[in-house]
């Protein structure tokens, strides 16, 4: 089916009896007896179609001949029983029932076309008030005018009757007030309203329940409302609160005019019935069935329903038919939402609250994310991982019952086209049987084809990588021991999942796009991910390292040939230093001092390259596949990068490096050190008993004396082990352990931490290697403890952060190769200084908007790409402090960013194409390494000491733009300190600034154990630091604007990720960055279809404008914003995103009342109607975008506000005023 777009609207009666394909009229489900859905009832094959396939229900029509015949006995007709899923069914209810979203998902819709407040307008729905529906003028005139008579009759002979006058003039004033006061809409206790209808029941007339709604509902004008809404709006009464709710009225009667909607179509007169095949009934062993709740909750309804036709019919009592409305409207309720009902839930008779319709979809489990957003997958399998350090980069091992299963269609039609069989039944058994024949078509199948492996979780794009398959015996998969970095894996039991892509083009994608041997590169960096580790870097670093003492040192050999057959008759070891001549290309032969080791190393590198003739480490050898990846890519790389493997494992198996009990040393001079610490603690405890310290102190003191003892003994450790030794090796190769560790089993483990983080003052004097004591061990147990809930609680924190990053960004698509913008932003050197972040890194892979350069030299021009070489030369010229390049913060592309402005795909290290998902790797690459950022908020001491937070938490505030922890002071104005005052556990800092008359003095209330940054005497300037710590970015929006905000974010995220030594591209928090700053909130809607106060994206409100620009119109005029990503994500145009992303109901119920129209731009919109996403292999262009011109935007988009909710903080009057004046404008164009 070809659409374009999906438009949400709310449904007439008429449309729902469209869908229907008949009314159910009783509840039951299936015959017992006969195992077939009952006549009229929720499974009626008369409404919803035939159980078997091209079969009628009384068996008088059977076989495709009768297709589309309508039985006339039993009155099914005759078709695929697939149509069980589509077909719907309705009940028609014999009251108006109010629908439980329009009405509870705040804002209520309800309560904000008829005005009412939700509780008052629960009452009358719940037929616990009534609401007034119709005021007859003529009699409401007449009844005050009798009232008045009555009054003066009564005044004569109240004398006699001992009542006096003021009396009963309240008590006539307060009735005539209470008759004049009627009006329709107007909510009515039952005792208020039995009090006026006993006297007045010809003025008014009133009811109970969703009809009294619906009556009013249909007499609304809605162009009259609309402009009622405007003219009060433009009066501004009412302050801003007011004004905002009315911005909300005017914002849905306006949607619904346009799109042709009514309000009464919010109460429902029939109810659909959604098809039987979507909540089916299963028959279990012993005569049992399972069912899903709907099916009970339909059952309620109908129930009740019916009851209430028969009570009506029977004219019973009002009391028992109010009672019998009320539970058909809760029956509907808890069909639709039985979550939002509260306590009320219905429930089945395990007390389980029922699965209504909004909770199938809702959540995890829900409709949008369990089967829409990932679907399970046929032609796939899982098992477990071993190594194959045998494969090439680009092979797996597949297990042969495995590949068998996967390639089964192809293997059959291979049999059927050699004549060994003729059908796929045959064919089938074939299979089974499994003679050699099928293992050779197997084989044959297999050629040239490429199979998927997954290892879960996918953080990133290389956790799903294409290899060639190859068959083996065994039954589990096997891995190429280079890859596991990137797909995280290891071989203690990891399962991986395999799929084949079936199409060619998938095929194609994956040989071209996702084959291992192409993957070279972490997008997230842009440096080698396929590197050697463990066992093969030892063996490199065995190979190259040279022993002194080795046997056969100093020889002098000719060259290779010579050394090995000296090594074949061990005459010389493989790591001796020795001597030989070597013909160097194209030079003379040299004098080269080398090892053997070092010789076997070279042959497996490139020829052309110069001799490597040092010792490397696991650094060393990642500068070196650096290198290779870099010059031969994923063309000649994978050989040499297979080459270093098989010479890894090869030598690291003939070193015979090894580790036992005895190759762990405790240095000899350990007991000396502690003594000397146990002394020291000893003197400070008598200090603390003679009163001269303070519990902290004497703890700070400790702590300092055993932190310094375990510095001493650490520094010898490395000392005591043999440099020969294993352990020395395995560590100083950096194939596996670091020297912490090997201090705690030598050394001594130290100072732990209990559950709160706080250091224990008791140390852990033993090593592992010694063995702790008993209360050492227990001392240890806490951190233990404490690491591995962390752990878990951590990832799932870092998952949720993935998931709301990738939300935000992922319909930022690569459209256009340069949007022609002179902007960029600043990148200064200091800003990575301090976070160890290199300046180069920073520049590499980035376009400068303005040519760079040192002195009078130009270094690269503007629009060229800084690659390596140039990022050094630019980081060695002292001179260059920042340069400014193009970046996406800054890029004009709608709907997108464009080449120019991104760079380079750090994944490809070539420019990025047209069609890449750049917002969907940028959310990966800064989710991926958020599992190993700490959990913790640090506590810095002092009474009211402030809590600075690190490492995920504050990624999330940066994001989230909450204010943060420990929040630093900024300076509202330019001026001078003038004075710090400490009060109570305050400091008072004062700055006096000039202005006016007399100098302005301004007071900030820092708390005291902050640290100042400003000293009295000190200039500060708007929107500086006065106090160390956080700052709140929407106060720094509002104070220096945006560039500041943008920077500071990028900062902040990069210094928390460096910390932990995870490190992301900038650019990458700069697509976030981008989505933060996509909102503009419209100030003045021009002749646009805007309404004053909407937040909308900044794409949509800048290609509106182009076009009523074009038309010769007044363009609508708006104001930046600064919203946290799950406000942007929740913000989206495309509800289906949205929908499936939080608040399912609320943004469907929104967007059903708005008619929103969903374009099918982004990734998960498509994904959820079953299209392929338009990206990459598949990007079509800039269908459906406006030409870019050279606007200025600034011109549109103005000002500063950071919203942190719909609250409308300034009122938009002045725009109103002016417009008034504008004769000939329309005021807000339909």
Known sequence: ????????????????????????????????????????????????????????????????????????KCGVEVTRSVVRRERMGHVALATPVAHIWYLRNAPSKLSLLLSVSLPKLEKVIYYAAYMVVNVNEDAQKEAIAQIESEFKARKKTVKDEGIDVEDLKEAMSEVKKRVEGLHVGQVLTETEYHDLASRFGNVFEAQMGASALKRILERIDLDKFISELKKEITAGVG?????????????????????????????????????????????????????????????????????????????????????????????????????????????????????????????????????????????????????GPKLKLKQCGLPKKMALELFRPFVIAKIIERGL???????????????????????????????????????????????????????????????????????????????????????EEAKNIMLSGVNLLKPATGDPIVVPTQDMVLGVYFLTKIDETAKGAGRVLSGIKEALFAFE???????????????????????????????????????????????????????????????????????????????????????????????????????????????????????????????????????????????????????????????????????????????????????????????????????????????????????????????ALKTAAAGYLTRRLVDVSQDIVIREDNCRTKEGIEIFREDGEEIDHKFSDRLFSRMPAEDIKDGKKILVKANEVINRDIAKTIEEAESITSVKVRSPITCKTLYGVCTACYGYDLGRNKLIAKGEAVGVVAAQSIGEPGTQLTMRTFHIGGVAGADITNGLPRVVELFEVRPPKGRAFLAKEDGVVTDVEAKDLLKIVRVTSEGGKKPKVTEYAVPRSSSLTVKI?????????????????????????????????????????????ASINNKHIEVIVKQMFSRVKIKDSGDSDFIAGEIIEKSKFLEINREIKRAGKMPAKAKQLLLGITKVALSTESFLSAASFQETARVLVNSAVEGKEDVLRGLKENVIIGRAVPIGTNYLGNAGFADIDDVDEDEEISGTESVSDEAIKEAVLKEAEEKKLEEGKKEIDN
């Open 421 to 507: 069989a003729h059908n796929v039944k045959n064919s089938n058994r074939l299979i089974e049987a499994t003679g050699p024949e099928i293992w050779a078509i197997l084989e044959e199948v297999i050629q040239n084809r490429r199979v998927l492996l997954n290892r879960a979780p996918t953080l990133h794009r290389m956790g799903i990588q294409a290899f060639e398959p190859l068959l083996i015996e065994d039954f589990a998969i096997q891995l190429h021991p280079m890859v596991c970095t990137a797909f995280n894996a290891d071989f203690d039991g990891d399962q991986m999942a395999v799929h084949l892509p079936l199409s060619d083009e998938a095929q």
């Open 239 to 387: 302050g801003v609160a007011k004004e905002a709710r009315q911005m909300k009225r005017l914002k849905i009667v306006t949607s619904m005019k346009k799109h042709g909607m009514r309000p009464e179509w919010m109460i429902m007169s029939n109810l659909p019935i959604i098809p039987p095949d979507l909540r089916p009934m299963v028959a279990l062993d012993g005569g049992r069935y399972a069912t899903s709740d709907l099916n009970d909750l339909y059952r309620r309804v109908i129930n009740r329903n019916n009851r209430l036709k028969k009570l009506i019919d029977l004219r019973s009592p009002e009391v028992i038919l109010i009672n019998e409305k009320r539970m058909l409207q809760e029956a509907v309720d808890a069909l639709i939402d039985n979550a939002v009902r509260g306590g009320s839930q219905q429930t089945n008779s395990q007390r389980r609250p029922l699965r209504s319709l909004a909770d199938m979809l809702k959540g995890k489990q829900g409709r949008f994310r369990q089967n829409l957003l990932g679907k399970r997958v046929d032609y796939s399998g899982r098992s477990v991982i071993v190594v």
């Open 569 to 791: 008759n061990e005459e010389i070891a493989i790591n001796a230093p020795i001597v030989v001549y070597r013909t160097i290309v194209g030079k003379a032969s040299g004098r080269l001092e080398t090892s053997l080791g070092r010789m076997i190393f070279n042959e497996a590198l490139p020829k052309e390259w110069d001799f490597v003739n040092e010792a490397l480490n696991k650094k060393g050898i990642v500068k070196l596949v650096s290198r290779i990846v870099e010059e031969f890519g994923s063309d000649g790389g994978p050989d040499y990068l297979d080459a270093i493997k098989d010479l890894g494992f090869e030598y690291v198996t003939q070193s015979g490096i090894t580790w036992g009990i005895d190759d762990l040393i405790v240095p000899e001079e350990k007991p000396a050190i502690v003594e000397e610490a146990s002394q020291a603690v000893k003197a400070v405890h008598e200090k603390y008993q003679e009163g001269f310290l303070t519990a902290s102190e004497r703890k700070a003191r400790t702590v300092s004396i055993w932190t310094d003892a375990r510095a001493k003994i650490a520094a010898l450790v490395p000392k005591a082990l043999n440099p020969r030794g294993s352990v020395f090796s395995i560590i100083d190769s950096g194939s596996r352990g670091s020297w912490t560790q090997v201090v705690q089993v030598t050394g001594m483990k130290g100072l732990v931490q209990n559950s709160q983080s706080e250091t224990i003052e008791l140390p852990i004097i033993s090593s592992f290697r010694e063995g702790f004591d008993v209360l050492e061990f227990f001392i240890a147990t806490h951190g233990a403890r404490k690491g591995t809930t962390d752990t």
């Open 1 to 72: 089916m070809e659409f374009n777009s999906i438009r949400l609207k709310v449904a007439s009666p008429e449309d729902i009896l469209r869908w229907s394909y008949g009314e159910v009229i009783k509840s039951e489900t299936i015959n017992y007896r006969t195992q077939r859905p009952e006549k009229d009832g929720l499974f009626s094959e008369r409404i919803f179609g035939p159980t078997k396939d091209w079969e009628c229900y009384c068996g008088k029509y059977r076989r495709i001949r009768y297709k589309g015949v309508v039985c006339d």
């Open 1017 to 1061: 005497g000190d200039s500060v300037k708007k929107g500086e630091r006065i106090c160390e710590g956080n700052v709140d970015l929407k106060e720094l929006f509002e104070l220096k604007g945006r560039s500041e905000v943008e920077r500071e974010i990028v900062r902040g995220v990069q210094s928390v990720y460096m910390s932990e030594g």
